[in-house]
């Protein structure tokens, strides 16, 4: 196969390689609790995730794609113990981040995924979420790089038949651009309803943070599978 051939067979990838480096406290969490509460994702692997059996019971799950540092991800699970939530992230650090506070709030409803989110859903079956959280994803705002964003139709149909009919994907930006599109498209998929404004239940992320600080006005939109 050509270099060019290669690279056609390779998923489009919707995260900047980013490198970082782990702090002590980031390591001494991952070397204790990634036995314990992590997930290796493969490319290519499609073996079924039996998510009662990745949490121990059989309980509603929530999954975050793209968590960053983790505090929303572990401030969410630390209110809603019923829920599990199965956050997938592939910045190192990040991981290190959410296992270390797993451990010093004492979560057992977190599972922590290291790998490509879209390589992860085809693992989980149809209709099994109960939400799908999606905060300030990566926004690419160059044009010739908008087929790298996560929410477009193609990942917004694989992510809404894995939740229940009523289960929400919540999606949030800072890029009035990207929030401009993901309105278009999540209004556009026939398998989903937007629900109206209000209190949307989750803690400021970093990352909305840094959008706030730069003066950029928030999106937030909740859709529920019909
Ligand atoms: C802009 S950051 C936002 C982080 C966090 N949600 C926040 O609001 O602070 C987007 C994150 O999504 C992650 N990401 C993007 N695409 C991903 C994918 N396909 N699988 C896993 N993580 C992904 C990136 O590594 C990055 O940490």
């Not at 390689?17 to 997930?39: E, F, K, Q």
């Not at 991800?73 to 981040?97: C, F, K, S, W």
């Not at 909305?208 to 928030?218: N, S």
């Amino acid at each position: 196969m050509s270099e060019t051939e290669i690279a056609a067979t390779r998923p489009i990838r919707t995260f900047h390689p980013r490198r970082g480096r782990m702090s002590s406290r980031h390591a001494d969490a991952h070397a204790l609790l990634w036995p314990r509460y992590g997930l290796t994702v493969t490319d290519g692997d499609r073996t079924p995730l039996d998510l009662a059996g990745l949490f121990g019971r059989e309980a509603p799950v929530v999954l975050e794609i793209g968590f960053g540092m983790g505090d929303a991800t572990a401030a969410m699970a630390a209110a809603d113990p019923q829920r599990g939530y199965l956050g997938v992230e592939v910045h190192t650090p990040g991981i290190g981040n959410l296992l270390a506070m797993v451990g010093e709030l004492g979560l057992t409803n977190v599972r922590v995924a290291c790998g490509d989110a879209m390589q992860l859903v085809h693992r989980i079956g149809p209709g099994s979420l109960d939400a799908v959280h999606v905060f300030f994803p990566d926004p690419w705002p160059k044009a010739r790089h908008h087929k790298r964003r996560l929410i477009q139709p193609g990942n917004v149909a694989v992510l809404r038949e894995r939740l229940r009919p009523g289960g929400v994907l919540h999606c949030a930006t800072d890029w009035p651009e990207y929030g401009v599109a993901m309105t278009e498209t999540l209004d556009a998929d026939p398998g989903l309803r937007r629900l109206p404004e209000g209190p949307h239940g989750r803690p400021e992320t970093k990352f909305e943070r840094r959008g706030a600080a730069a003066g950029r006005p928030i999106t937030d939109l909740r859709y529920t599978r019909r």
